[in-house]
């Protein structure tokens, strides 16, 4: 048994805890009745296949999974919904939000299970603290503009304190397993909203050069440590420099990628129909290729330029 917060776990106070009712909702009802429920219906009923998959009789594979065994399905879930909204086709978007959706009922179900919580105190805590986190609508606060709101939440969110009694830094709160390119900018988005910040991309453009010049340095010493070092400060003040501009660096990178795949794909077609393979041909005869597939394509395309 577990105490939370001061008190006791929903999950494991007996006059609060109770099974999920095993049919509480019509898994062979028609699309059309699906429709007419509600999202707090639709909800309970999710909740209530997890449990029927977890309990027994149900699913094999469902029952034997554990938290450590769904961490690779929810990264996974994560990246293909951010995939599906890249898409925009609302009907991969909303088959993707509801499979990250599914991730969160299954870890709580097992966390119910563990006597641990439950969705429900889950569900409280999100709404606390949302509702702490905007006075300026719940409460009597104001807010000229997104900027201000923005530095009320982080202000709110660091007089919090982090959970163990010591303060809450401004950069609490960037997982550390996130992309490192995507945790570069968020570190530098929280850094930047309590005014640890370039005044402009300029300004850090200029930084950019600096990092390159010690790079250079580092790389006629043949320092490997020392280059490592500084091709990490040279990433990390390019990543700077885009979120300056506005400009999502991981979403660069991706699309800096994606060009890449297509036109190298482009360059082996271009060598089968030759009879020949990539790994065959000259340096100069490979650079034709690439500049031949970069000319067929039109400016701009995915946000990459020529």
Not at 57 to 67: I, Y
Not at 221 to 242: K, Y
Request: charged share 30%; hydrophobic share 40%; aromatic share 6%.
């Amino acid at each position: 048994m577990r105490v939370r917060h001061g008190g006791q776990s929903l999950a494991c106070d007996p006059k609060t805890y109770k099974e999920l009712t095993p049919v509480v909702y019509n898994a062979l009802a028609t699309s059309r009745s699906l429709m007419a429920d509600s999202a707090g219906v639709l909800f309970e009923a999710l909740l209530s296949l997890m449990g029927r998959l977890r309990g027994e009789g149900g699913c094999p594979w469902d029952r034997e999974q554990t938290r450590a065994s769904l961490r690779p399905y929810l990264i996974e879930e994560t990246y293909e919904a951010l995939e599906a909204l890249g898409e925009g086709r609302t009907d991969h978007i909303v088959e993707e939000l509801g499979d990250v959706l599914f991730q969160v009922v299954f870890h709580c179900q097992i966390a119910q299970e563990q006597g641990e919580f439950t969705m429900a105190e889950v569900l409280q805590g999100l709404l606390r603290k949302m509702t702490s986190r905007h006075p300026h609508v719940f409460a009597d606060a104001q807010v000229a503009d997104a900027r201000e709101a923005l530095h009320q939440w982080e202000r709110i969110k660091r007089a919090e304190g982090s959970g163990d009694g010591n303060p809450r830094s401004a950069l609490d709160g960037v997982p550390q397993s996130l992309p490192s390119l995507m945790r570069a900018q968020r570190l530098q988005v929280k850094a930047g909203r309590v005014g640890f910040d370039w005044p402009s991309w300029r300004e850090a453009w200029n930084k950019v050069r600096e990092e390159l010049t010690e790079t250079d340095e580092a790389l006629a010493a043949g320092d490997t440590a020392r280059i490592r070092a500084e091709l990490g400060d040279l990433l990390f003040s390019v990543v700077n420099v885009a979120r300056l501009l506005e400009i999502d660096a991981e979403d660069s990178l991706r699309q800096a990628a994606e060009t890449f795949t297509r036109r190298f794909k482009e360059v082996e077609a271009a060598m089968r129909a030759e009879g020949r393979q990539v790994g065959e041909a000259s340096a100069e005869d490979l650079d034709r290729k690439w500049e031949a597939a970069k000319s067929r394509e039109v400016p701009g395309q995915d946000g990459v330029g020529r």
